[in-house]
């Protein structure tokens, strides 16, 4: 019987220990190339992601300025609705002072019409000078 050749063994003995580091020299190098351009690419994410951190950053700051004047101008509408009610307050005092108003302008005007009646029912001082005359005429013919 014939042996049989193992072929593992033979493409052992095949390569030679120079060939063998070429070949381990080529593996490594396309590694470094790999790493390399792993390198690359992390250095451009991180330039990206610093650029984006500072426009992260300015729009914080833009956002904080807003809020402030969102704070402001809440601020100031607060203050513009206490005004409004308070002047509120004042036009409804003042609306029933009128009603109070008129009410006595209407009281007014009637005693006024009523004196001007009884004025015009009653002599002036000229009047009464003549019939003061004319009755101690009438008097002295008696």
Not at 11 to 29: A, G, N, P
Not at 94 to 101: F, I, N, Q, R, S
Not at 109 to 118: A, F, H, I, R
């Amino acid at each position: 019987m014939a042996k049989k050749t193992d072929k593992k063994k033979e493409s052992r003995e095949l390569y030679t220990s120079s060939e063998v580091k070429r070949h381990m020299d080529v593996l490594m190098e396309d590694v470094r190339d790999q790493i390399k351009g792993i390198g690359e690419r992390f250095v451009d994410f991180d330039r990206k992601l610093d650029l984006n951190t500072e426009m992260l950053e300015t729009h914080e700051k833009r956002f904080d300025t807003i809020d402030q004047r969102l704070y402001s101008i809440d601020q100031k509408l607060d203050s513009h609705t206490a005004i409004l009610n308070s002047h509120t307050d004042m036009i409804g005092a003042l609306a029933e002072a009128v009603t109070v108003l008129k009410e006595d302008m209407t009281i007014i005007k009637e005693k006024v019409t009523s004196m001007e009646d009884n004025l015009k029912q009653k002599i002036d001082r000229k009047e009464f000078i003549v019939l003061e005359r004319r009755v101690t005429a009438v008097e002295a013919n008696v």
